[in-house]
C-alpha cells in the first residue's frame, strides 16, 4: 500500500535556527508533494504544493526564504523552517500523491521552539 | 485563489447526535470532494470522496453533494465519541490534479 513517512517525529530547535524535516513516499510515485502545518492558533495550512516538473507555489503568508522546499524525485522531498521562532512551532504535515490518488498524509514532523 | 470554506469550526453533539459538517468551494472547475478525518496525534486519513450530485453512505456517514453551489455536506449518525476528531474537506480539480483543503472542523461527541 501507499505510505508516506515523515522524520524526524519531533524536534526541538532553539529560536532563530534552523531545522529540516523530510517526507518519504512507499510504495507509490510523489508527483506531487504539499506541506501542511498545524498549530493551536489555526487548524490547517498549506505551506506550499511541489509538483514534478513544476515551480513550487507558496500561499500567502509563507515564503521559499523561509521555508525552502526540495522536491528532487517522486519518492523524496524535504522542507527547512529556517530562522525559527515561536510562531513557527506546531505539527508540520507531508501529503503526497500522485494523479488521479487521494492524498496520503505522514504522521507529521512537531516543531517546538524554544 | 480558490478557497474552500468549512463551517462550522468547531461542534459538539452528545454521543448518539447527529453530526452536520458543511463545505464549501469557490473554484467552478471543482469535479469532486474529500473528506478526510484526523484523530489526535495521527495523520488524516481519507473517509469519503463524493463525485456525483446526490448522496453517498457508508455506514453512519453520508455525503451530499450539490455541484450546482459546490457544496458538500458530511453527516455522521449515531455519533460516537471515537469519531472526535477534526474533519478535513478538500476540493479536487481532475482538469488540473490540483486540490485544496479547507480548515478543518474540530468534532467533539461527549458521553
Known amino acids: 500500500g501507499a505510505l508516506v513517512y515523515q522524520y524526524p517525529r519531533r524536534t526541538i530547535c532553539k529560536s532563530g535556527t534552523s531545522m529540516r524535516m523530510e517526507c518519504q513516499a512507499v510504495?507509490?510515485?510523489?508527483?506531487?508533494v504539499a506541506w501542511y502545518r498545524q498549530s493551536p492558533q489555526k487548524t490547517f495550512e498549506l505551506i506550499a504544493l511541489?509538483?514534478?516538473?513544476?515551480?513550487?507555489?507558496?500561499e500567502q503568508n509563507f515564503t521559499q526564504e523561509k521555508f525552502p522546499i526540495s522536491h528532487p524525485n517522486l519518492s523524496f522531498s524535504s522542507m527547512t523552517v529556517l530562522n525559527a521562532y515561536l510562531e513557527d512551532r506546531g505539527l508540520y504535515l507531508c501529503?503526497?500523491?500522485?494523479?488521479?490518488?487521494?492524498?496520503?498524509f505522514g504522521k507529521g514532523t512537531r516543531l517546538t521552539v524554544v | 485563489q480558490q478557497k474552500v470554506q468549512q463551517s462550522p469550526e468547531s461542534l459538539i453533539v452528545p454521543e448518539g447526535g447527529m453530526a452536520s459538517l458543511n463545505c464549501t468551494s469557490s473554484?467552478?472547475?471543482?469535479?469532486y470532494f474529500w473528506w478526510y478525518r484526523q484523530h489526535s496525534g495521527k495523520s488524516p486519513k481519507m473517509l469519503m470522496?463524493?463525485?456525483?450530485?446526490g448522496e453517498k453512505e457508508e455506514g453512519r456517514f453520508t455525503v451530499h453533494l450539490n455541484k450546482a453551489s459546490l457544496h458538500t455536506s458530511l453527516h455522521i449518525r449515531d455519533s460516537q465519541p471515537s469519531d472526535s476528531a477534526l474533519y478535513l474537506c478538500?476540493?479536487?480539480?481532475?482538469?488540473?490534479?490540483?486540490?485544496?483543503f479547507g480548515a478543518g472542523t474540530r468534532l467533539k461527541v461527549i458521553a
Open positions: 501529503g503526497a500523491r500522485t494523479i488521479n490518488t487521494e492524498v496520503f
Open positions: 510504495g507509490f510515485q510523489a508527483t506531487s
Open positions: 511541489s509538483t514534478v516538473n513544476s515551480a513550487i507555489k507558496y
Open positions: 473554484d467552478r472547475n471543482v469535479d
Open positions: 470522496s463524493i463525485f456525483s450530485n
Open positions: 478538500a476540493a479536487v480539480n481532475t482538469g488540473n490534479y490540483k486540490y485544496v
